[in-house]
């Protein structure tokens, strides 16, 4: 009999309710017990939702970061938090983003401290917060919070199976601080994994799901070695392992997958469907193969007809051996897709989210147990789906194609280089030393959310919504005048999301209600829904962003965001290359663009706040990546003349290791997160000269601790030891929709202070 399982699921509730308990306990507003307690309904809730798996996961559900939570497990906690006392779910969040509760609790200062770093976890959308390590970093168990969510379980009669990162994958996902080699820990993280586990074991534990996703990455000898070191260590352990891969193949670490000690591999079966015939060779006779035969991170229905094709041989040969399951956690979809009531009807039935994914795999499980004659009707209506979706007329536009079909070399390329543009824009500008400006977005507050929603709801008619959005735009530029911020935004109080808005205009998009996933924390985001091929009906921004230009003799910024972040923030179509969405994409952008500066927008910000989140995790795969992406923001940035300035935008993530790529988008300024990292990220600038203007990030808008005067100094003193100062910005690291105006006046205000200290001082 196939076993089924899941390897994780969506935590934040079908109605966002993980979200505004999160944000009501940080504001002072609820207590410590209530948010505990909802965090408990809502593991119940999830649990019963599982119903009708073999092994249901536990442990996935996390108040902020799967791999904070880790850290804390392991007792690895960053030095400066180590002095605090109080319920240990306050000192996690002070490391998740900075302090924890707004008031003091129980006696306690809740003093700021530096939050931890936060980058993406591998391909994906999603944020962790990276593990700090020095070459003193000790580890010691604390096993509570998985002890705890496992009894909740068995009370509820759960088959239960914890879920845990490895230690391997761990010790990549973190940073040495001091530069010491990370791997030398593993010496000191092996007992305390071993002591987990058998922990696990004496509560009668049966199997453990082990997550190692770093074995669909390129491993040299050190990092391979390490992973034999491991698990050699751990295979006395009295619980059976899981061992689960995801989001990419194994290809070369196939062996090493195959014949670590362990009782099961778990393999991504959608990414990585090519290693599923060499491991049946390779894996030994005794040990479980767990496929990933729905796609966890897409919202595609599965064709299910086909994946019985291939699945039903394997059955055969593997019987009891093989067991099935999502690719990977369902964190990466929304939750429920009969919650949809006004979702474009002919695209829906093409759709699955996370419970209609677990019904999918049930249909399997019982095709492979019983035949398919026990779900012949389910089977058909799968089919009818698949073949609506492929004969519809709204997938495939012609002229789209046409056009997509004649671009060329010239598209990319500004008239004349950088050198020769940046005099003409700063004669045009005429804008001081270190000049300040923000990423774009500014508070969303409750009036914008409540507009928003009578708007949507037909109780506030088109007119209104205008005059409450030109109303909140003012607002946003009489702010800044009188921070005295030099290049302006209008702050996209009519945004609803970066890429969503743009989703919400363009031709080969849906939008759903409900379909939020999480990012980080208590941030959600709505992927807008690329089922067809992209056109651009009208123009998106420019009523907006001219309105604001005439509120100011400032520049005025134009905001669009970029092709490559539009694609890698939406569920993509999968039945053509993403590569050739993105062109359409930035074909689209480009036409925005033109009439931007043809309204006379002096300066136009193209975000690609996602580019490096789409690099594939093999280096040997990342030329064609890059290629494509970076021709997809040239096609959409360079259609401009020479006087027209280009931002764009990249955040919380690692950019060093394609810095030239980044270099030949030829954007005449980039702004990135640089604050949470200390400049960390401006290393790469030591070997690497950057031709263009950058402004590093000096405000960590993720955290509501506010930058003081001389901390900002500090970074762009640091900044400006590699970048001339006259290539140099001085702006947050991020949008501040999710700050609230009483953060962001004082942090602003001190960012405009410092960059006119950075000018007295020459």
């Given at each position: 009999m196939?076993?089924?399982?899941?390897?994780?699921?969506?935590?934040?509730?079908?109605?966002r309710e993980l979200?505004?308990a999160l944000?009501?306990?940080?504001k002072?507003e609820?207590?410590?017990?209530?948010?505990k307690e909802?965090g408990?309904q809502?593991r119940?809730?999830?649990?019963?939702?599982?119903a009708?798996?073999d092994?249901?996961?536990?442990?996935?559900f996390?108040?902020?970061?799967q791999?904070?939570?880790m850290?804390?497990?392991l007792?690895?906690l960053?030095?400066?938090?180590?002095g605090?006392?109080g319920?240990?779910?306050d000192?996690?969040?002070?490391?998740a983003?900075g302090?924890?509760?707004?008031?003091?609790?129980?006696g306690?200062?809740?003093?700021?401290?530096?939050?931890?770093?936060?980058?993406?976890?591998?391909?994906t959308?999603y944020h962790?917060?990276?593990?700090e390590?020095?070459?003193s970093?000790?580890?010691s168990?604390?096993?509570?919070?998985?002890?705890?969510?496992?009894a909740?379980a068995?009370?509820?009669?759960?088959?239960?199976k914890p879920v845990i990162?490895?230690?391997?994958?761990?010790?990549a996902l973190?940073?040495?601080?001091?530069?010491?080699?990370?791997?030398?820990l593993l010496?000191?993280?092996?007992?305390?994994y071993?002591q987990?586990?058998?922990?696990?074991?004496a509560?009668?534990v049966?199997?453990?799901?082990?997550?190692?996703p770093l074995?669909?990455t390129e491993?040299?000898?050190?990092?391979?070695?390490a992973?034999?070191?491991?698990?050699?260590h751990l295979?006395s352990c009295r619980?059976?392992?899981?061992?689960?891969t995801?989001?990419?193949q194994?290809?070369?670490?196939?062996?090493?997958?195959?014949?670590?000690?362990v009782?099961?591999?778990?393999?991504?079966?959608?990414?990585g469907?090519?290693?599923?015939?060499?491991?049946?060779?390779l894996?030994?006779?005794?040990k479980i193969l767990?496929l990933?035969?729905?796609n966890?991170?897409?919202?595609w229905?599965?064709?299910?007809?086909a994946t019985?094709?291939?699945l039903?041989p394997l059955?055969?040969r593997?019987?009891?051996?093989?067991?099935i399951?999502?690719?990977?956690?369902?964190?990466h979809?929304?939750?429920?897709?009969?919650k949809e009531h006004?979702?474009?009807?002919?695209?829906k039935?093409?759709?699955?989210f996370a419970?209609?994914k677990?019904?999918?795999?049930?249909l399997?499980?019982?095709?492979l147990r019983?035949?398919?004659?026990?779900?012949?009707d389910a089977?058909?209506?799968n089919?009818?789906?698949?073949?609506?979706?492929?004969?519809?007329?709204?997938?495939h536009?012609?002229e789209?194609?046409?056009?997509?079909?004649?671009?060329?070399p010239h598209?990319?390329?500004?008239?004349?280089?950088?050198?020769?543009r940046a005099?003409r824009?700063a004669?045009?500008?005429?804008?001081?030393?270190?000049p300040?400006?923000?990423?774009g977005?500014?508070?969303?507050?409750?009036?914008?959310?409540?507009?928003?929603?009578?708007?949507?709801a037909?109780?506030?008619d088109?007119a209104g919504?205008?005059?409450?959005?030109?109303?909140e735009?003012?607002?946003?530029v009489?702010e800044?005048?009188?921070?005295?911020?030099?290049?302006?935004v209008?702050g996209?109080?009519?945004?609803?999301?970066m890429?969503?808005?743009?989703g919400?205009q363009?031709e080969?998009?849906?939008?759903?209600?409900?379909?939020?996933v999480?990012?980080?924390?208590s941030?959600?985001?709505?992927p807008?829904?690329?089922?067809?091929?992209?056109r651009?009906?009208?123009?998106m921004?420019?009523?907006?962003?001219?309105?604001?230009?005439s509120?100011?003799?400032?520049?005025m910024?134009?905001?669009?965001?970029g092709?490559v972040?539009?694609?890698n923030w939406?569920?993509?179509?999968?039945?053509?290359?993403?590569?050739?969405?993105?062109?359409?994409?930035?074909?689209?952008?480009?036409?925005?663009a033109l009439?931007l500066?043809?309204a006379?927008?002096?300066?136009?910000q193209?975000?690609?706040a996602?580019?490096?989140?789409?690099?594939?995790?093999r280096?040997s795969?990342?030329r064609?990546?890059?290629?494509?992406?970076?021709?997809?923001f040239?096609?959409?940035?360079?259609?401009?003349r020479?006087e027209?300035q280009?931002?764009?935008h990249m955040?919380?993530?690692?950019?060093?290791?394609?810095i030239a790529?980044?270099?030949?988008m030829?954007?005449?300024?980039?702004t990135m997160?640089?604050?949470r990292s200390?400049?960390?990220?401006?290393?790469?600038?030591?070997?690497?000269?950057y031709?263009n203007g950058?402004?590093?990030?000096v405000?960590?808008i993720?955290?509501?601790?506010?930058?003081?005067?001389e901390?900002?100094?500090?970074?762009?003193?640091?900044?400006?030891?590699?970048?001339?100062?006259?290539?140099?910005?001085?702006?947050?690291d991020c949008?501040l929709?999710?700050?609230?105006w009483?953060?962001?006046i004082p942090a602003?205000?001190n960012?405009v202070a410092?960059a006119r200290?950075?000018r007295?001082?020459g």
């Amino acid at each position: 009999m196939t076993t089924v399982h899941n390897l994780g699921f969506p935590r934040i509730g079908a109605g966002r309710e993980l979200k505004f308990a999160l944000e009501s306990y940080w504001k002072g507003e609820s207590t410590r017990d209530a948010l505990k307690e909802l965090g408990a309904q809502l593991r119940k809730r999830h649990w019963d939702e599982q119903a009708g798996l073999d092994l249901i996961p536990v442990g996935d559900f996390s108040f902020y970061d799967q791999v904070l939570d880790m850290s804390f497990t392991l007792g690895n906690l960053p030095e400066r938090v180590r002095g605090f006392h109080g319920d240990a779910l306050d000192n996690y969040f002070r490391v998740a983003r900075g302090r924890s509760a707004r008031t003091a609790a129980e006696g306690h200062c809740d003093c700021g401290v530096a939050a931890g770093e936060m980058t993406k976890w591998f391909d994906t959308n999603y944020h962790y917060i990276v593990p700090e390590f020095t070459a003193s970093t000790e580890f010691s168990l604390d096993a509570s919070r998985l002890l705890e969510q496992l009894a909740e379980a068995r009370e509820q009669g759960v088959n239960a199976k914890p879920v845990i990162i490895g230690p391997v994958t761990y010790l990549a996902l973190g940073k040495a601080r001091d530069g010491s080699a990370r791997l030398a820990l593993l010496p000191r993280l092996l007992p305390v994994y071993a002591q987990l586990l058998e922990t696990l074991a004496a509560q009668g534990v049966d199997w453990v799901q082990i997550d190692e996703p770093l074995l669909v990455t390129e491993l040299d000898a050190d990092w391979q070695h390490a992973f034999n070191t491991a698990y050699h260590h751990l295979k006395s352990c009295r619980v059976k392992l899981l061992l689960a891969t995801y989001f990419g193949q194994l290809l070369e670490n196939q062996y090493l997958a195959a014949n670590l000690p362990v009782a099961g591999l778990h393999i991504d079966a959608i990414s990585g469907r090519g290693d599923v015939t060499p491991l049946l060779n390779l894996l030994p006779s005794n040990k479980i193969l767990s496929l990933g035969v729905i796609n966890g991170r897409n919202i595609w229905k599965t064709d299910l007809a086909a994946t019985l094709d291939w699945l039903e041989p394997l059955a055969r040969r593997l019987g009891e051996r093989l067991w099935i399951a999502p690719s990977c956690s369902l964190l990466h979809v929304p939750m429920d897709l009969a919650k949809e009531h006004k979702l474009d009807a002919e695209v829906k039935p093409w759709l699955a989210f996370a419970l209609q994914k677990l019904e999918e795999l049930k249909l399997l499980a019982t095709a492979l147990r019983a035949g398919r004659d026990a779900v012949l009707d389910a089977l058909a209506a799968n089919q009818a789906d698949m073949a609506a979706r492929r004969a519809s007329p709204r997938v495939h536009n012609p002229e789209v194609q046409a056009a997509a079909a004649k671009i060329g070399p010239h598209l990319g390329r500004r008239a004349s280089p950088y050198a020769e543009r940046a005099p003409r824009q700063a004669a045009l500008l005429k804008l001081p030393l270190y000049p300040t400006t923000t990423i774009g977005s500014f508070p969303q507050t409750a009036d914008i959310r409540r507009v928003r929603g009578e708007f949507k709801a037909g109780r506030l008619d088109a007119a209104g919504y205008e005059e409450a959005m030109r109303a909140e735009i003012a607002r946003c530029v009489r702010e800044q005048e009188a921070l005295g911020l030099d290049v302006l935004v209008h702050g996209e109080a009519e945004r609803n999301d970066m890429v969503e808005y743009f989703g919400e205009q363009l031709e080969g998009y849906v939008l759903s209600q409900f379909g939020w996933v999480q990012s980080y924390g208590s941030r959600c985001v709505k992927p807008p829904i690329l089922f067809g091929d992209i056109r651009r009906p009208r123009p998106m921004t420019v009523a907006w962003i001219v309105h604001a230009q005439s509120l100011t003799g400032k520049p005025m910024k134009g905001m669009l965001t970029g092709p490559v972040t539009i694609l890698n923030w939406s569920f993509v179509r999968d039945d053509q290359p993403r590569a050739a969405s993105c062109r359409q994409l930035a074909l689209a952008i480009r036409e925005e663009a033109l009439d931007l500066e043809k309204a006379g927008v002096p300066i136009i910000q193209i975000d690609e706040a996602a580019l490096r989140e789409g690099l594939p995790l093999r280096r040997s795969q990342w030329r064609e990546y890059l290629d494509w992406a970076v021709e997809s923001f040239r096609i959409a940035a360079n259609g401009v003349r020479d006087e027209t300035q280009i931002h764009t935008h990249m955040c919380y993530s690692e950019f060093n290791d394609i810095i030239a790529s980044i270099a030949a988008m030829d954007a005449d300024v980039i702004t990135m997160e640089t604050s949470r990292s200390d400049m960390e990220l401006l290393d790469v600038f030591d070997d690497f000269k950057y031709p263009n203007g950058i402004g590093p990030g000096v405000y960590d808008i993720h955290s509501p601790n506010i930058p003081t005067q001389e901390h900002i100094v500090r970074l762009m003193e640091k900044a400006a030891e590699r970048i001339p100062a006259e290539r140099l910005w001085v702006n947050p690291d991020c949008g501040l929709k999710t700050r609230q105006w009483e953060e962001v006046i004082p942090a602003l205000t001190n960012m405009v202070a410092a960059a006119r200290t950075l000018r007295a001082a020459g």
